[in-house]
């Protein structure tokens, strides 16, 4: 997180003209200043600590900026705990929330399992959830290819409204508040970016892009950001649905944009990974992978000076994140679809072999590796005491640790 720093050196005439207010009108400046200085230390670090505690894990990225971090210490090893045999397979990731493990299969069904890998409920439709859902309040919401968006109650299972699109959703949905309203914002193959009342189901307005639109938004200073398959990363106002800016940056973007401050960080589908000032909407830097130009499916992971991504060409890339140099790459073996989660020390990775790693941050070497043994699309969900993989072959995974 960056260091708030305030310029409070007050010029001589400042002084002066300080010195001439009455008393109870400095109080009263004094008062205000306060106030002020407080709500821009909350509107700052108020996102950043929306980040899971060590017994929720929200949204599929970790929080509302998409970053992909824990402050969970890894356990030095693993064992499984349990495995959940489901209808269809898994290509969304798991979400959790008091107890309770919600997870989206190609059945159509989202399923909610407890912690000892145990049904509670699950929630059929007529076709399948491939998007991570997401949890606020004890309310899931989940998208299916079918085009709908459901919002389900956490507890019961039972559907509290529905939402319509025109085509099938392939991202998460983000929440947000914005305008005095609490806001579902997702993405559609219709082309819009949509947002949805979180409370009544109904639609607030609709940002139109130029084709499919494929991840997830991440939520920061009052906008949706996003990529989709035109290629540019869009900025659009949450008060509005209207377009703040946008950036060209390849020709197809699949995965969800990580915010750190004032960058957005994204793979594309040609090979390039690339890091975007927010306030200019020019790329800072870019990397592209010349020797494959394999795509970037995964989304990244962003901490202190590090942005960690994984690749289709079975690397696991550390770049600096000021200048996008790279600090290691690991080997996988096999591509990797799924996003990695990471602390301020080490990196959870998994491939499409179902090799689950953690690696060291500063160095990339591995730290330990559990043989899954089917492929994981999507990011492990985290949290104290348990690591979580829906796995390709329809098999949700609990992974504890071992003594």
């Not at 390849?250 to 690339?274: E, H, L, M, R, W």
């Not at 080490?346 to 559990?370: C, F, H, P, S």
């Amino acid at each position: 997180m960056n260091d708030l720093r305030f310029n409070t050196t007050l010029t001589q005439k400042e002084i002066e003209r300080e010195n001439e207010m009455p008393i109870f009108e400095r109080k009263i400046c004094t008062e205000y200043m306060r106030k002020i200085l407080l709500i821009l230390i909350l509107t700052v670090y108020g996102q950043a600590l929306f980040a899971q505690s060590g017994q929720k894990w929200l949204n599929y990225r970790g929080n509302n900026q998409m970053q992909g971090i824990t402050t969970v210490t890894f356990p030095a090893k693993v064992k499984l705990k349990w495995s959940y045999d489901a209808d269809g397979i898994f290509k969304s990731a798991p979400v959790i929330s008091d107890g309770k493990i919600v997870v989206g299969s190609t059945s159509g069904e989202l399923l909610c399992i407890d912690m000892n890998g145990k049904l509670l409920w699950n929630f059929k439709t007529e076709n399948a959830f491939e998007a991570p859902a997401l949890i606020h309040e004890g309310v899931v919401y989940a998208g299916n290819l079918s085009g709908m968006l459901y919002a389900i109650d956490l507890n019961t299972g039972k559907k509290k409204w529905e939402y319509k699109t025109d085509n099938q959703i392939m991202g998460a949905p983000s929440f947000a508040e914005a305008g005095g309203k609490k806001i579902i914002v997702a993405g559609s193959y219709d082309f819009f970016l949509h947002g949805v009342d979180a409370q009544t189901g109904k639609g607030l307005w609709k940002y139109e892009s130029d084709n499919y639109l494929n991840s997830a938004p991440a939520i920061h200073n009052q906008k949706a950001i996003f990529g989709g398959c035109d290629g540019f990363l869009h900025q659009v106002l949450l008060t509005s649905g209207k377009a703040a800016s946008k950036t060209q940056i390849a020709t197809y973007v699949a995965s969800s944009p990580a915010i750190d401050g004032n960058k957005a960080f994204v793979g594309d589908y040609d090979g390039g990974f690339s890091c975007i000032d927010l306030s200019s909407s020019k790329v800072v830097w870019k990397f592209e992978n010349k020797e494959s130009n394999l795509p970037f499916i995964a989304s990244a992971s962003v901490i202190n000076d590090r942005v960690i991504i994984g690749s289709r060409d079975k690397n696991i890339y550390c770049f600096n994140k000021a200048n996008g140099k790279i600090q290691w790459k690991t080997n996988t073996g096999v591509r990797v679809d799924a996003s990695t989660v990471v602390n301020s020390k080490e990196v959870l990775a998994v491939n499409m072999r179902g090799d689950v790693m953690l690696l060291d941050i500063q160095t990339g070497k591995k730290i330990w590796n559990y043989e899954l043994g089917t492929g994981v699309m999507n990011t492990p969900a985290v949290i104290d005491g348990a690591i979580v993989l829906a796995g390709s072959d329809g098999n949700l995974y609990l992974l504890a640790a071992s003594k």
